[in-house]
């Protein structure tokens, strides 16, 4: 339950660290420049200096601009919405829904949207992949998994890592940091992997997440440890794991980095062109390694 706002005690955390007086459970260390009480995340609003609670925000900034001037917005530009993990949750709908559709038609459906180079397929009895003009395979293979192992591991860390950081950039913005670290992760593996090997999974697009969320909580000052920590685990399973595209995991991650740089480090008056033009950046990257990768292959 959400604290009173302008409660008298503001909660301390086990590392002394006050806790956001609207969620008493998380530990910050930002205040809010006009009022003074402790923000997290979630509750940040940029303001021209500094950050700025719902509240403050609420009351207007006393300058005279319109409402709209003042509409909340989170740490990285973005509008504030009341459900702050809405994408979040349709991401991982659609990752279940084509899951169950892989199970129920077989195959024939996965071996139709999976990441190939080039190879003849027995099931179409043709020659397939993305050097086949099929480019389509570099995205779609970013919602198709392998197993009921693989597809919960990966919605588990979606929903864990996702969550709180589309809070802290937004809907559109974090919908750009998913889809262009996917993009690359698929882009790396199809120009590094074999041409006959099929790759499939969200694991790009979520190194991606991980890598943003990183820069994320740099830049906020928080303990980066336990993130540090996951992403290392993480990054060991890739390297000794039989049969995990190590590809798409660096290629999201670099992907990721790149793009939530830009989203929570770029000036406020040239926010969105430095934002949208990272992904941009990025899956111009993507483009010129399928563009390498395809000329080898044809």
Known sequence: MDQVPGSPQDPQGASGLPGCYRHPDRETGISCTRCERPICPECMISASVGFQCPECVREGSGTGHAPAANRPRTVAGGAVTADPRLVTKILVGMNLALFLV???????????????????????????????????????????????????????????????????????????????????????????????????????AIFGLFGATAILMRRLNYDMRPVIALLAINLLITAFWPDIAWQAHVGGLVGGVIVGYAMVHAPRERRSLLQFGSCALVLLAAVVMVVVRTGQLT
Not at 115 to 136: D, H, K, M, R
Not at 186 to 204: K, M
């Open 102 to 204: 892989q199970q129920s038609v077989g195959d024939r459906f996965t071996d139709q949207y999976v990441l190939l180079g080039q190879a003849f397929v027995p099931e179409f009895g043709s020659v397939e992949g993305v050097a086949e003009g099929q480019w389509y395979r570099l995205v779609t293979a970013m919602f198709l998994h392998g197993g009921v192992t693989h597809i919960a591991f990966n919605m588990l860390s979606l929903w864990w890592i996702g969550g709180p950081l589309e809070a802290a950039l937004g809907r559109v913005r974090y919908i750009a940091l998913y889809l262009a670290s996917g993009i690359a992760g698929s882009a790396l593996t199809y120009l590094l992997d074999e041409q006959n090997q099929p790759s499939l999974g969200a694991s790009g």
